[in-house]
């Protein structure tokens, strides 16, 4: 596609359910970033996918979250067990390399209930 | 990685100039200077980038000083579409994706 896309767009969940969050990143990009967004809030990085390299973990806020990129393209961000403080917006930015700026996606609002 | 300390708000009005300036007194060697905007309900959106001196695209004029401890933003005559929130980062390039993002400046432009 043009853009980064994100899915849902919207998301309404109950304490204790887990959720899973789609981010689809620009084709041929080989980096892809996930950070999360409170209200009023700058970004706070969470996770970042390079190619076949591992992955760098360590803005995970807790081992609730994890992450996954499967085949170098689409990545998915699982969040178990949600929690109230786990309400934000979740924005998934992709790159063409490491040291290119990232393309943002719309974000998915999260709202745990 | 370096901290920034910008605004947290400011008005303007359409037509006018508008200058949101940054600092960043740790900035290092291999630091540059980035902008950001974003929308409500956007992600945000890559403005200008620079390292030393005068940086200007399409959209706007990044001012950077000898001693690189602040950078501005200038946005000419600005329109009511301009209203968002302005963020400036500081990092090396390699890193970019672990920089530090503050509340950033919620500029809001009037008729």
């Known amino acids: 596609g043009a853009g980064v896309s994100q899915s849902p767009s919207n998301k309404v969940t109950e304490k204790g359910k887990d959720v899973e969050l789609r981010c689809d990143p620009i084709s041929g990009h080989t980096a892809l970033y996930w950070y999360r967004q409170s209200l009023g809030q700058g970004l706070e990085f969470l996770i970042y996918?390079?190619?076949?390299?591992?992955?760098?973990k360590s803005g995970l806020p807790s081992d609730r979250f994890s992450a996954e990129r499967t085949g170098g393209s689409v990545s998915t961000l699982t969040i178990q067990r949600t929690q109230q403080e786990d309400s934000a917006v979740y924005l998934c930015?992709?790159?063409?390399?490491?040291?290119?700026?990232?393309?943002f996606g719309p974000g998915t609002r999260l709202l745990v209930l | 990685l370096a901290k920034t300390t910008q605004p947290i708000s400011m008005d303007s009005y359409e037509g006018q100039e508008v200058n949101i300036t940054c600092s960043h007194n740790n900035i290092a060697t291999n630091d540059y200077i980035t902008w950001y905007q974003q929308f409500p309900s956007q992600g945000p959106r890559f403005i200008i980038q620079g390292y030393k001196t005068k940086v200007t695209n399409e959209v706007a004029s990044l001012f950077i000083p000898a001693d690189r401890k602040s950078s501005t933003l200038s946005l000419p005559r600005v329109s009511l579409s301009d209203t968002a929130v302005y963020y400036c980062?500081?990092?090396?390039?390699?890193?970019?994706?672990?920089?530090?993002w503050g509340a950033g400046t919620k500029l809001i432009i009037k008729p």
């Open positions: 996918f390079q190619g076949n390299s591992a992955p760098d």
């Open positions: 930015a992709s790159s063409l390399e490491t040291n290119k700026r990232p393309w």
């Open positions: 980062l500081v990092g090396d390039k390699g890193s970019n994706y672990q920089l530090i």
